[in-house]
């Protein structure tokens, strides 16, 4: 059975620093590509940065380049998401979320991924 699961956010003020994590089970996260997206209320869900199969990464807002850095641990089965120089407009709900098994190619498109985490808050103080 998949599951994603995401944790590590939190309140933290701007300036600081939070790394996320995302601890999936039912398949290898080197096995198809993975990102995180981040929502606030009443907009849609924004791509962050993706993985794909083979390890390259790609950022796909111009706000957090340069501070936000998409990783995995192969061994731990875990997506990360390092977030440093934190801004208000960071708040939001963060997801992990990956597509089918085999599809290694990366998207900013929330439909190109299958499976969900319930999301992790992060909430940045001005």
């Known amino acids: 059975q998949v599951r994603v699961v995401e944790s590590g956010g939190g309140l933290v003020q701007a300036g600081g620093s939070l790394r996320l994590a995302c601890t999936v089970s039912?398949?290898?996260?080197?096995?198809?590509?993975m990102a995180w997206f981040r929502q606030t209320p009443g907009k849609e869900r924004e791509a962050v940065s993706f993985?794909?199969?083979?390890?390259?990464?790609?950022t796909a807002t111009m706000s957090v380049k340069g501070r936000f850095t998409i990783s995995r641990d192969n061994a731990k089965n875990t997506l990360y998401l390092q977030m440093n120089s934190l801004k208000s407009e960071d708040t939001a709900m963060y997801y992990c979320?990956?597509?089918?098994?085999?599809?290694?190619?990366?998207?900013?498109?929330?439909?190109?991924?299958?499976?969900w985490g319930q999301g992790t808050q992060v909430t940045v103080s001005s």
């Open positions: 039912g398949f290898a996260v080197d096995e198809r590509a």
């Open positions: 993985i794909t199969c083979s390890g390259s990464s790609t």
């Open positions: 979320a990956a597509r089918l098994r085999n599809y290694c190619s990366g998207s900013f498109s929330p439909r190109a991924y299958n499976y």
